[in-house]
């Protein structure tokens, strides 16, 4: 185990109460609650997408859905930053079932949250 794993995991047991936190909210039934939530989330998976990867994936996968689009671009954003580390084949169908989200949600949002959608796209590739 080398420094930068081990610093990891210390950081990983300091947050891990605050990520149980933002597992709760992100099923709040108010729309600010789980936008809130969404947003830390995307700046956290910035710096550490392996604390939002996985344990995060299958909550921000069902709000793409999310009736507020901000919502639902800021999940698929944040996923496109969680997926795609390892390589694995898991990953690969997580990717590809992402991309068939995308393609039928892009068509219901405003070209602003379009644009950041393709540039976290371009950063998954």
Do not use: W
Request: glycine residues 8%; hydrophobic residues 40%; proline residues 2%.
């Amino acid at each position: 185990v080398n420094d930068l794993q081990m610093q990891n995991a210390a950081k990983l047991q300091d947050i891990q109460p605050a990520l149980s936190v933002l597992q709760i909210l992100l099923s709040s039934h108010k729309p600010a609650a789980r936008l809130g939530t969404i947003k830390l989330l995307y700046k956290l998976s910035t710096s550490y997408p392996q604390f939002v990867s996985g344990r995060f994936n299958n909550s921000l996968e069902a709000l793409i859905g999310d009736s507020n689009r901000l919502i639902g671009t800021l999940s698929i954003m944040t996923l496109m930053k969680t997926l795609g580390r390892g390589g694995g084949n898991g990953e690969n169908v997580a990717i590809d079932r992402l991309l068939k989200h995308i393609s039928s949600f892009v068509s219901h949002i405003a070209d602003e949250y379009k644009i950041m959608v393709i540039k976290s796209l371009e950063q998954l590739c």
